[in-house]
RNA sequence: GCGAAAGUGGCGGAAUUGGCAGACGCGCCAGACUUAGGAUCUGGUACCGAAAGGUGUGGGGGUUCGAGUCCCCCCUUUCGCACCA
């Protein structure tokens, strides 16, 4: 080693050595213990940025102590590389959408390589390439197959803005989830997944996962599936065959139903208003909410607004005939369409009854025991808007409800649905909010769906023996909405693998969260060719031990991965519900606005973006690495430092500069610890050591990885201050200072790993820090026990003093001696001591008054 | 509006089951070495107070010998959801 740290000298030099020695390869054969890390792969926009470096930081951390710890260890990386800003770059400057890809990966793979992250490079992937999105085909044809995959003609959320189609969640909010553009309805024909089939699993199946996932996640994912309990009931349209089917949770609110509201999107309205005079006016109300939802800015509910249409309906209970509406406040997508509008019990139907003066009922009464009833209870039927004025919405017992009166909701919940059932009119049901997934994308630059169009044959899958279905080079770039690829004509025509007749592809590429569902299962058996992956491999690696990656994947990526899963494992390719045993959402990594005092996400826009390219220049990957590890926990917001970061070079030159100072006497002298005593210093040395080793290693556990580095520089100050001449130290002193400086080394390295390579070496081992060895120091609980104790003594909850005692200190002895404590003494003085608290070995309270 | 999480020095943040609040770092102050210091090293650094001592974990109450930690009310911030029947 050299007298001197040069971060840059010594990074390459091990860089080097670590892609030469292929230490980070993770072999198949290997009976160690396997762990899985991994991190959510990139889009390959051209740069690196912190956000990237801080989630591939801790993930490296991790790898890197799992490595020291002896199990076998899987880190792979990889490129999630179609997608539409190689199409916007396609479009606006005519570049090639793959060629654009591949220098941007290249460029990104030096700077991951710079940044040292210790990558299998071996099983890198990128989904853009031919071999990989074969199985993305081949998957769809296994959904095709299963009749998992279909198309329908649907209405479909497009962004005018990127010309494309999108999922419901990356519309949420009625905006594009990239660009931000109001998002627009429009009818296209479009391939579906059916992850409704699987809506049940996912949300039982977050059982498995609890213990490793964060709850602010599942919760998300418990509201996109959006299980809810309740009935359908069909209401018969009176004079007529025609039945309305509304969901309810509330069937035991039924009687209390003055309306009944459908949707103005709703198929069965052009239907029952036929011949109706009160048609247009419904039509043009239908419009005009369509229009008010579309061009809907601000987040505020709209005011409910609704029409008579003149139809009445039967409600199959109490025989009653009801009026029905159209509202704006009944969406088509959830539930039935309809409601039975309950304006006693639900809020919404209470404003809305409010307004359009409906009649509101009250069918359920609180049961309360001591409490006065808020409202006035009816005895009968009648209305009670006059004297209602919130609707009630708790559960109770049944009042005004015929022969059902009297009874407890959570009873007729279930017993009505039954007897709905028995009825023919209705029964217990479950709905869910998440709907399928539309997969199709009027892209270039993405998988093809492996789908062709004959004109005797109808839709015909592609033959397994065919795929891929390769993109073609290039296309007309046009951005008109419709597919480029409708434009290859090369593309397009092909003939029918059935009859041989001419025939069309389908010119939609799949949505790039099919590529990222699976993607983890391939770094597995990344090379592949007849299989996406062989079962057998993925038994030994998946499932995921840690992913990592940022919240804002919580439901789109994560959910589709854990369908996709599933899909899978009703496949027979794996055998587990759940990929992601543990999952960590790192915090996003801001730094101050220039002429403001806001923190916010690193971007290009803002300008307050630090490239991770010149922070490695200036500081060096592992103080950069080390100082976004330590700056902030893991999950929390990371506040950008430049001073920061020089804090971390300065530890990590002061640390050099001792091994330095140490290396020549430590890489000779003897490795007993010989049979002198150790001096009082070199015990409370020791006693840092292994209290250290212990802290760093259940630390690690929840990835507290800044108190680990902050054990680190603890573990470094105690070593200077015991420091002294390393010519002039005894055995006994070196042995301990060895044990200290070989045990911050090791423990350094997941943080810093280059440096530690080089301190090692500097310390006189060769070979590396990584073999097949369980490098990791263990905690000698012995020598990491406190040789006297120092107990402070309160007076009524006061710190008034302290007293040494040794470890195993009785409680008596403890007692005792803090009553003969002189300050102790002077305050009890004259007072009665009332009672004296001993806790053992921490703490003594007198009490007096 | 609903839901969740969080509020600790000038800043980022530490603090098993309730038991010494402020670890570690940044910044700042003083000193040393220096032609110089935005390098390095040493020491100091919650607040008030000359001191003794007192006060302190968003605010108010409570439980307890003892509360950053537990309970209740309120305030603020961040995030998520937004008519889900």
Not at 752 to 780: C, F, K, S, V, Y
Request: with cysteine.
């Amino acid at each position: 080693m050299d007298e001197k740290y040069f971060p840059e000298q010594i990074e390459n030099k091990w860089q080097q050595q670590w892609a030469e020695a292929g230490v980070f390869e993770a072999k198949e054969n290997d009976p160690r213990e396997k762990f899985y890390a991994l991190e959510m792969l990139p889009y390959p926009s051209g740069f690196l940025h912190m956000g990237h470096v801080r989630n591939y930081s801790i993930g490296d951390a991790l790898a890197w102590f799992k490595r020291l710890q002896g199990l076998n260890v899987l880190h792979p990386i990889g490129w999630d590389s179609f997608g539409q800003p190689a199409e916007q770059a396609a479009i606006k400057r005519g570049v090639n959408p793959r060629e654009w890809t591949e220098t941007n990966i290249a460029h990104m793979r030096g700077q991951l390589q710079r940044l040292g992250i210790s990558y299998d490079w071996s099983r890198e992937i990128a989904a853009h390439r031919p071999d990989y999105y074969k199985w993305d085909q081949w998957f769809f044809l296994k959904m095709l197959e299963r009749g998992l995959a279909y198309k329908k003609n649907s209405q479909v959320n497009w962004c005018p803005k990127e010309e494309t189609v999108l999922s419901n969640e990356q519309s949420s909010g009625g905006i594009c989830w990239r660009c931000g553009t109001q998002v627009e309805k429009r009818d296209l024909e479009q391939w579906f997944l059916r992850i409704t089939n699987y809506a049940e699993q996912l949300v039982a199946d977050i059982r498995q996962i609890e213990a490793g996932w964060p709850e602010k996640v599942l919760k998300r994912q418990r509201d996109w599936v959006g299980r809810s309990e309740g009935a359908f009931i069909d209401f018969q349209i009176k004079d007529s065959d025609k039945k309305i089917r509304v969901f309810t949770t509330r069937i035991d609110t039924i009687y209390g139903a003055t309306a009944i509201v459908m949707s103005a999107e709703h198929p069965l309205l052009d239907e029952i208003l036929e011949g109706s005079t009160l048609k247009a006016d419904i039509d043009a109300f239908a419009t005009k909410v369509a229009q008010e939802r579309a061009a809907r800015v601000d987040e505020a509910e709209e005011e409910k607004e609704g029409l008579n249409t003149g139809v009445l309906a039967i409600n199959p209970f109490s025989g009653e005939t009801l009026p029905v509406w159209v509202a704006n406040y009944v969406l088509m997508e959830y539930g039935t369409g309809a409601v039975m509008s309950v304006p006693g019990h639900d809020e919404r139907d209470f404003e809305f009854a409010q307004k359009y003066s409906l009649p509101i009922r009250q069918v359920i009464a609180p049961v309360s025991h001591d409490q006065i009833q808020a409202e006035p209870v009816p005895t009968t039927a009648g209305d009670a808007s006059a004297e209602m004025r919130h609707s009630f919405t708790d559960y109770g017992v049944l009042i005004n409800s015929g022969e059902w009166g009297g009874k407890l909701s959570e009873v007729a919940v279930k017993e009505m649905a039954d007897y709905a059932k028995a009825h023919g009119f209705g029964e217990a049901a479950v709905t869910y909010r998440i709907r399928d997934w539309g997969v199709s994308r009027q892209r270039f630059w993405g998988a093809p769906v492996p789908v062709i169009y004959c004109s005797n044959c109808g839709t015909v899958p592609v033959p397994y023996e065919q795929l891929p279905v390769v993109l073609p080079p290039t296309a007309a770039f046009t951005g008109t909405g419709e597919s480029p690829l409708a434009g290859v004509p090369e593309f397009v025509n092909t003939t029918c693998p059935n009859c041989d007749a001419p025939a069309r592809r389908d010119t939609d590429t799949m949505d790039t969260f099919v590529d990222s569902s699976w993607y983890f299962f391939r770094y597995v058996d990344a090379r592949n060719e007849n299989a996406p992956f062989n079962p057998e491999l993925t038994r030994q690696w998946t499932p995921v031990d840690q992913y990592i990656g940022g919240d804002s994947h919580a439901v789109m990526h994560l959910i589709y991965t854990r369908f996709w899963t599933k899909f899978m494992r009703d496949l027979g390719l794996v055998d587990f519900d759940e990929p992601v045993k543990r999952l960590l959402t790192q915090g996003m990594v801001t730094n101050l606005v220039e002429g403001t005092d806001e923190w916010k996400a690193m971007s290009k826009s803002l300008g307050n973006g630090v490239d991770p390219d010149e922070m490695i220049a200036a500081f060096g990957a592992d103080a950069t690495r080390l100082f976004v590890l330590f700056a902030a926990p893991v999950e929390n917001e990371l506040r950008w430092s430049e001073s920061g970061i020089e804090g971390a070079v300065r530890f990590l030159r002061r640390v050099y500069t001792m091994v330095w100072r140490w290396h020549e006497r430590l890489s000779n002298g003897s490795r007993e610890a010989g049979a002198s005593e150790f001096s009082a210093d070199a015990r409370a040395l020791r006693r840092k050591t292994h209290q250290t080793i212990a802290k760093i290693t259940s630390d690690f556990e929840h990835l507290h990885l800044n108190t680990s580095v902050a054990a680190l520089m603890e573990l470094f100050n105690q070593l200077s201050d015991f420091n002294g001449d390393p010519a002039q130290a005894s055995e006994s002193d070196v042995f301990a200072v060895r044990e200290a400086l070989e045990a911050l080394v090791i423990m350094l390295a997941p943080f810093a790993p280059h440096i530690a390579e080089e301190m090692w070496q500097g310390l006189g081992h060769a070979g590396g820090l990584l073999t097949d060895a369980r490098r990791w120091p263990d905690a000698d609980p012995e020598l990491a026990r406190r040789e006297e104790l120092e107990i402070p003594i309160q007076v009524n909850g006061k710190l008034r003093s302290r007293v040494i005692a040794p470890p195993g200190v009785s409680e008596d002895e403890l007692r005792e001696s803090a009553l003969a404590d002189e300050r102790v003494r002077a305050l009890i003085d004259g007072r009665e001591v009332v009672k004296v608290i001993v806790v053992p070995e921490r703490l003594v309270n007198v009490v007096i008054r």
